[in-house]
Structures are given as C-alpha cells and as structure tokens.
C-alpha cells in the first residue's frame, strides 16, 4: 500500500515562497508518475505539476510555469514542491498523488493514490 505524506503548507503573504514535501512510504518509492493538485473552496480539483521520478520529465500547468518547480530527492523518497511568487489564486489545500500517467495526460485526476493534502493560504 503506497502511502503519501504532504507538509509545508502554511500562510504567507503575496510574493512568498513555501516548500512542500511529499513522503512516499518505504519500500515503494519507484519509477512512477507524481503529481501536485491543488483545489480551492468550492472549485474543482486541478493539476499543477508532475514529474516521473525515473527520468527528468516535468510537466507545469500554465498558471505557475516560471514559479513553481517539482523535484525529487529519491534517496528521501519525497517529492517537493518550490512554491515562489505566490499569488491569492495559488490558495488551497495542495495533494500530492503517485501513480499517474505521465506525458500529455499527467494532468488528469488518474492518480492512484492520494495524500491527506496540506493547506496554503496566501493572503493579498
């Protein structure tokens, strides 16, 4: 069972900067697709951004291309998250998920598993 722990959420003004981690469990951190969504009060859950932890693929979505960037630390087993230039719009609670499909569909909800989430509230 892939188990997925998000943290780094928090409160910041416009213009600041947080780092999510996402931890994927022991023994089952592999050559996967990985992804950020992210889903605001009363909207739909969106993608943000991917990576396939067995290369160097990324994938963005429009709105945070330039400030955001994925990466990973394999020997951590975590995903993270640099999140820079944080708009009111970028508020959230921010999942992380394992098991996409990356390429031109990794920004579809077709994760298998799914994190609790952590919450980011940027404030104007």
């Known amino acids: 069972q892939v188990q997925l722990e998000e943290s780094g959420g928090g409160s910041v003004q416009t213009g600041g900067s947080l780092r999510l981690s996402c931890v994927v469990s022991?023994?089952?951190?592999?050559?996967?697709?990985m992804g950020w969504f992210r889903q605001a009060p009363g909207k739909e859950r969106e993608a943000v951004a991917a990576?396939?932890?067995?290369?160097?693929?990324?994938y963005y979505a429009n709105s945070v291309k330039g400030r955001f960037t994925i990466s990973q630390d394999s020997a951590k087993h975590t995903v993270y998250l640099q999140m820079n230039s944080l708009k009111p719009e970028d508020t959230g609670m921010y999942y992380c998920?394992?098991?996409?499909?990356?390429?031109?569909?990794?920004?579809?909800?077709?994760?298998?598993?799914w994190g609790q989430g952590t919450q980011v509230t940027v404030s104007s």
């Open positions: 998920a394992a098991d996409g499909q990356c390429g031109g569909g990794w920004w579809r909800l077709l994760y298998k598993h």
């Open positions: 022991e023994n089952t951190y592999r050559s996967t697709c």
């Open positions: 990576i396939y932890t067995g290369g160097t693929s990324t």
